[in-house]
C-alpha cells in the first residue's frame, strides 16, 4: 500500500511539469539556432550569395551577400539605359535552359544602334 501512495505522489508533482516544459523550449531553440545556420544571407558565413526578392514586380529587391559584406539594390520602377555593344543573342530552350550565341561579324567595339538593339 505505501508504494501505491508514493507514486501517485510522484505522478502529481508541479515540477515535472516545468521540467517537461523546459525540454520542449530547449528542442524549439536548437531547431531555430538551426535554421539560423542554414539561412543562405546568414551572417556568420563566409559564402557569396544572390537573393532576388520579388522578381518582376515594382517593388524588387537584389541583396548580393559577398563574405561580410552586404548590398541591397532596390528597383526604382525605371527603364535603365547606358552604353554598350551588341554582343551576340540568347535563346530560351524548350527545358527551360539559356544559349548565349556570338554574333560572328560584329564589331565589338563599335557601340550598337537602337535598332540593333531593338532586335
Known amino acids: 500500500m505505501k508504494l501505491r501512495l508514493m507514486d501517485d ?14 525540454d520542449v523550449f530547449l ?3 536548437a531547431a531555430l539556432l538551426l535554421a ?3 539561412n543562405p544571407v546568414n551572417p556568420f558565413s563566409t559564402e557569396s550569395v ?3 526578392k520579388n522578381p518582376g514586380k515594382p517593388n ?11 548590398e541591397r539594390y532596390k528597383a526604382s520602377g525605371e527603364i535603365g539605359e ?3 555593344n551588341k554582343a551576340g543573342v540568347a535563346y530560351r530552350l524548350k ?11 560584329v564589331d565589338q567595339t563599335a557601340p550598337a544602334t537602337q535598332a540593333e538593339a531593338a532586335q
Do not use: F, W
Open 50 to 52: 544572390t537573393v532576388i
Open 95 to 105: 527545358d527551360g535552359s539559356m544559349v548565349y550565341v556570338p554574333e560572328a561579324g
Open 82 to 84: 547606358g552604353q554598350g
Open 27 to 29: 528542442v524549439i531553440i
Open 9 to 22: 505522489m510522484e505522478a502529481d508533482d508541479p515540477i515535472q511539469s516545468v521540467v517537461n516544459l523546459i
Open 60 to 70: 524588387m529587391e537584389v541583396v548580393i551577400k559577398d563574405g561580410q559584406k552586404i
Open 36 to 38: 539560423v545556420a542554414n
